[in-house]
C-alpha cells in the first residue's frame, strides 16, 4: 500500500505559507553549475522539439518536464537536472512545443495531456542512445503529461523506463480549474492566461485561415480552452479537453512505480487531486502529501543548494531503480 503518510519535507518561517513558498523560487532562486547544450530535432508532422542536454556520458537519464508555460531553463528544472548530475545521471530538459524561446510552426501546440511527443522522444532517445535506465520527472502541467504518459501506455512502456515522479500534479483537472479560478489565484491566472493570448496572437498573424481572434480575448482558464486549446487539438469543449486529458484517470493504469507529490496548501489543487484511496490500493502508485510546498515550491537548503524536491526524486528514482 505505497500510501507514504509521513512526508520528510518541513517547511521554516515564510515558507510555511504556501503562496511564499510558490512565489519565492520562481522570482529569486538562481541555480548555478548546470550547463545546458540544445539539441532541434524535427519531429515526423514536420515540426521540431528543443531538447535541452545536461549529459555527461552516464548510462542514466532523467527527462525533466515543465509547467505550464514554463520551459527547460527554468529554475526547478536547473535544479533538478544540476541534482540528478551530481548524482551521476545525465539529465534532458524537454521543451514543450512553443515554449522554448521559439514559436513552433504548427498551429497545434502543447497541452495538459499530450503525450505523443514524449513518446517519440522517448522512442528517439533510444533508437540514439544507450541509455540502461529512464526517469519520467514532470511538474505541474509536465507532471500530469508523466503520469497520463505512463498510465495509457501500462505495460507497453519501454523496459528502460523505470518510474515516474510528478509534482504539483493537477490530475483532476476540472476540478483543478474551479480552484484556480478563486480570487486567491488571480495573479498565477493573470499571468499565464496573458502568455497564452500573447501566444494566440503571433498564432493567429500566421495562421488566420485557421484561427480567429474574438473582439474580447480571454480571461480565465474556460474560456481560453474553450476558444482555443480544445479546438485547436480536437476536443469538444473546455470541459472535454479537461476530463479527457486528466491524468487521475489513467492512474489506475499504471504498471512503473510512480511517485505523486502534492503539497496539502497547494492553491491550485482540489480535494480530487489527492488520490489517496487509490494510493492505498495501487501497487505502483506512491502519494505523498507534505503539509507545505505550495505549488512547485518545497523549498529547503540541502546539500549545494538542493531543494528537498530534488532529493526526494532522486532517492525515490534510485530505490525504484536499484541503484
Same mark, same amino acid.
Given at each position: 500500500m505505497p500510501l507514504i503518510s509521513k512526508s520528510t519535507y518541513r517547511a521554516r518561517g515564510l515558507f510555511r505559507y504556501g503562496h511564499f513558498n510558490t512565489i519565492y523560487p520562481a522570482l529569486f532562486r538562481k541555480v548555478e553549475g548546470v550547463h545546458f547544450e540544445r539539441e532541434r530535432i524535427d519531429t515526423p508532422d514536420g515540426d521540431f522539439l528543443d531538447f535541452d542536454w545536461a549529459a555527461r556520458g552516464n548510462r542514466k537519464l532523467a527527462i525533466l518536464l515543465h509547467g505550464l508555460e514554463g520551459n527547460a531553463r527554468r529554475p526547478y528544472i536547473r535544479g533538478m537536472a544540476r541534482y540528478f548530475n551530481y548524482r551521476g545521471w545525465d539529465a534532458l530538459g524537454l521543451n514543450f512545443r512553443?515554449?522554448?524561446?521559439?514559436?513552433?510552426?504548427?498551429? @497545434?501546440?502543447? =497541452?495538459?495531456?499530450?503525450?505523443?511527443?514524449?513518446? #517519440?522522444?522517448?522512442? %528517439?532517445?533510444?533508437?540514439?542512445?544507450?541509455?540502461?535506465?529512464?526517469?519520467?520527472?514532470? &511538474?505541474?502541467?509536465?507532471?500530469?503529461?508523466?503520469?497520463?504518459?505512463?498510465?495509457?501506455?501500462?505495460?507497453?512502456? $519501454? $523496459? /528502460?523506463?523505470?518510474?515516474?515522479?510528478? &509534482?504539483?500534479? $493537477?490530475?483532476?483537472?476540472?476540478?483543478?480549474?474551479?480552484?484556480?479560478?478563486? #480570487? =486567491?489565484?488571480?495573479?498565477?491566472? =493573470?499571468? +499565464?492566461?496573458?502568455?497564452?493570448?500573447?501566444?494566440?496572437?503571433?498564432?493567429?498573424?500566421? &495562421?488566420?485561415?485557421?484561427? @480567429?481572434? $474574438?473582439?474580447?480575448?480571454? %480571461?480565465? &482558464?474556460? /474560456? +481560453?480552452?474553450? /476558444?482555443f486549446t480544445a479546438p485547436i487539438h480536437g476536443f469538444r469543449d473546455a470541459e472535454d479537453y479537461w476530463v479527457t486529458n486528466s491524468s487521475l484517470r489513467f492512474l489506475p493504469h499504471i504498471r512503473r512505480p510512480a511517485l505523486l507529490v502534492n503539497a496539502r496548501d497547494d492553491s491550485f489543487l482540489s480535494d480530487a487531486c489527492y488520490p489517496w484511496r487509490l494510493a492505498e490500493e495501487h501497487p505502483h502508485v506512491f502519494l505523498e502529501t507534505p503539509r507545505w510546498g505550495g505549488h512547485v515550491g518545497f523549498v529547503s537548503s540541502g546539500p549545494g543548494g538542493a531543494y528537498w524536491s530534488e532529493q526526494r526524486a532522486c532517492r525515490f528514482v534510485e530505490e525504484m531503480a536499484g541503484y
Open positions: 512553443g515554449c522554448s524561446g521559439e514559436p513552433n510552426r504548427k498551429v @497545434r501546440s502543447y =497541452h495538459i495531456g499530450e503525450t505523443g511527443d514524449l513518446k #517519440w522522444a522517448i522512442s %528517439r532517445i533510444l533508437d540514439k542512445c544507450d541509455y540502461e535506465s529512464i526517469a519520467l520527472l514532470g &511538474f505541474s502541467l509536465g507532471g500530469n503529461v508523466v503520469l497520463k504518459y505512463l498510465g495509457e501506455n501500462g505495460e507497453a512502456v $519501454p $523496459p /528502460q523506463v523505470n518510474c515516474g515522479v510528478a &509534482f504539483s500534479v $493537477p490530475c483532476d483537472v476540472m476540478s483543478a480549474n474551479g480552484e484556480i479560478a478563486k #480570487w =486567491h489565484n488571480y495573479l498565477y491566472r =493573470h499571468r +499565464f492566461i496573458k502568455s497564452l493570448n500573447e501566444k494566440v496572437r503571433e498564432k493567429a498573424l500566421r &495562421f488566420p485561415e485557421v484561427l @480567429r481572434l $474574438p473582439e474580447r480575448m480571454p %480571461r480565465d &482558464f474556460y /474560456q +481560453f480552452d474553450g /476558444q
